[in-house]
């Protein structure tokens, strides 16, 4: 029926607001799971859990060098996001064309 | 910390394909309960689960005229993703420029 079931997870992973930040830093640039977990008061697996979980989703990935891991944003995941809402927004343009359509006819000025 | 606490239930309400649907259909105008859910092979309690949750976060609204309950979406809601998603996209230009201004000042042609 839908050519997005990816969404399922990408929303269900973006629904969280600590999952929302660690997006947010790393637009800046990779960054190791310490120093992004450095700002929230949350015990490390609990930390670990939301990396998991943006992982697993495909919004970022993670690569380890000796003790330390690396996280990196994958942008082309909130692109999905993206298509969706402006597949959304063709919905309502057209809807909005259809209203304009209906009340240019109703003046007679149709081409 | 930040300013999207709404997002939270709005990507929560969007992480499945039913309510993901019953957006994409609202994009064309408003329906009532029973046309909403006559695609779907779901029990109708189970369908008002979905219309309640998008109801809740304020992705629709609903009003009941004797026994036809209808359904309108509510596009600024999905304007709030749509902010967020912008936001984060700054984020990324901003380091793209940086990348670029280091790339320009190794090449000395600083202005």
Redesign the interface.
């Known amino acids: 029926?839908?050519q997005?079931?990816q969404?399922?997870?990408?929303?269900?992973a973006?629904?969280?607001?600590t999952r929302?930040?660690v997006?947010?830093r790393l637009?800046?640039?990779p960054a190791s799971v310490g120093d992004l977990a450095a700002p929230f008061e949350m015990a490390l697996p609990s930390f670990m859990k939301h990396i998991h979980m943006l992982e697993e989703v495909g919004l970022i990935r993670t690569s380890k060098s000796g003790r330390v891991r690396t996280c990196t944003?994958e942008?082309t995941r909130?692109a999905a996001?993206?298509d969706?809402?402006k597949?959304?927004r063709l919905?309502?343009e057209?809807?909005t064309d259809r209203l304009e359509q209906f009340v240019t006819e109703d003046k007679d000025t149709r081409k």
Do not use: H, K, N
């Open positions: 029926m839908e997005y079931q969404l399922d997870g990408i929303f269900q973006l629904a969280d607001p929302r930040a997006i947010g637009g800046s640039g944003i942008t909130l996001v993206d969706w809402l597949a959304q919905i309502w057209r809807r």
